[in-house]
């Protein structure tokens, strides 16, 4: 099997017209864990969002009727959102076109640039089956192939998951021995390797921690997240 991650880019800045009104009310859409098409035609969306309460509330009553319902979690300096909404056409088509190739869709996808709604995606399949798929969705999206190559279950996938940027933090701060008991370096030293300020490394491993350990756990996490649901529904 082979793994593909690119970035989709929709030419008109937005997979669904609510992405706009996220922007405009200040919640910034971090990464999808779930996504799926209803038989009904309706999808349900579970995002990872940096927002407050009030500014999800704000946004989702601008929705026009598109949103069914919808449930907030607080997750420690994140929100988790999960969205059930009648889907535009584009994401409906790019759902409707994966599901009808021989992959596997690697969750979590991850907004790159939220000012355009680019998102990255990792696929796992046959490589003929992947090129397909490819080529199908650039009739309906901007597609840029970030890395191929085999697919190796052994590997760390949640060092994978982390951006360039968080992956550069990560290898110096280790390098450095920021992990070490006791520890061997500060933020300061991390940052004079970065060109940023210290507070930016903090700001920066500290997103890093919690992503790292929300990989770790996610099955769990999500299980209670759902199970949160259901009692409060």
Same mark, same amino acid.
């Given at each position: 099997?082979?793994?593909?991650?690119?970035?989709?880019? @929709?030419?008109?800045?937005?997979?669904?017209?609510?992405?706009?009104?996220?922007?405009?009310?200040?919640?910034?859409?971090?990464?999808?864990?779930?996504?799926?098409?209803?038989?009904?035609?309706?999808?349900?969306?579970?995002?990872?969002?940096?927002?407050? %309460?009030?500014?999800?509330?704000?946004?989702?009553?601008?929705?026009?009727?598109?949103?069914?319902?919808?449930?907030?979690? +607080?997750?420690?300096?994140?929100?988790?959102?999960?969205? *059930?909404?009648? @889907? /535009?056409?584009?994401?409906?088509?790019?759902?409707?076109? *994966?599901?009808?190739?021989?992959? *596997?869709?690697?969750? @979590?996808?991850?907004?790159?640039?939220?000012?355009? /709604?680019?998102?990255?995606?990792?696929?796992?399949?046959?490589?003929?089956?992947?090129?397909?798929?490819?080529?199908?969705?650039?009739?309906?999206?901007?597609?840029?192939?970030? %890395?191929?190559?085999?697919?190796?279950?052994?590997?760390?996938?949640?060092?994978?998951?982390?951006?360039? %940027?968080?992956?550069?933090?990560?290898?110096?701060?280790?390098?450095?021995?920021?992990?070490?008991?006791?520890?061997?370096?500060?933020?300061? +030293?991390?940052?004079?390797?970065?060109?940023?300020?210290?507070?930016?490394?903090?700001?920066?491993? %500290?997103?890093?921690?919690?992503?790292?350990?929300?990989?770790?756990?996610?099955?769990?996490?999500?299980?209670?997240? *759902?199970?949160?649901?259901?009692?409060?529904?």
């Amino acid at each position: 099997m082979r793994h593909v991650t690119y970035a989709l880019t @929709p030419e008109r800045g937005y997979f669904d017209p609510g992405e706009v009104v996220f922007r405009e009310c200040g919640v910034v859409l971090r990464s999808i864990q779930e996504l799926d098409l209803l038989t009904d035609g309706t999808a349900v969306t579970l995002y990872e969002a940096e927002a407050t %309460r009030d500014q999800i509330d704000g946004s989702l009553a601008q929705a026009d009727g598109k949103v069914i319902d919808y449930q907030v979690a +607080d997750a420690g300096g994140h929100v988790v959102l999960q969205v *059930h909404y009648h @889907p /535009s056409d584009l994401i409906r088509n790019l759902i409707e076109l *994966h599901d009808s190739y021989a992959t *596997h869709l690697d969750y @979590p996808l991850e907004f790159v640039d939220p000012s355009t /709604s680019s998102l990255r995606v990792s696929v796992i399949g046959a490589k003929d089956q992947l090129q397909a798929q490819i080529a199908a969705t650039r009739e309906e999206v901007d597609v840029t192939v970030e %890395r191929i190559g085999d697919y190796d279950p052994g590997t760390d996938r949640r060092f994978a998951a982390l951006t360039e %940027r968080q992956r550069e933090v990560l290898l110096i701060a280790v390098r450095k021995g920021y992990y070490e008991s006791p520890r061997e370096a500060t933020y300061d +030293d991390i940052a004079a390797d970065l060109d940023c300020s210290a507070s930016a490394v903090g700001k920066h491993l %500290r997103r890093i921690e919690s992503e790292l350990v929300d990989a770790t756990v996610s099955d769990r996490a999500m299980g209670e997240f *759902h199970d949160t649901l259901a009692e409060i529904q």
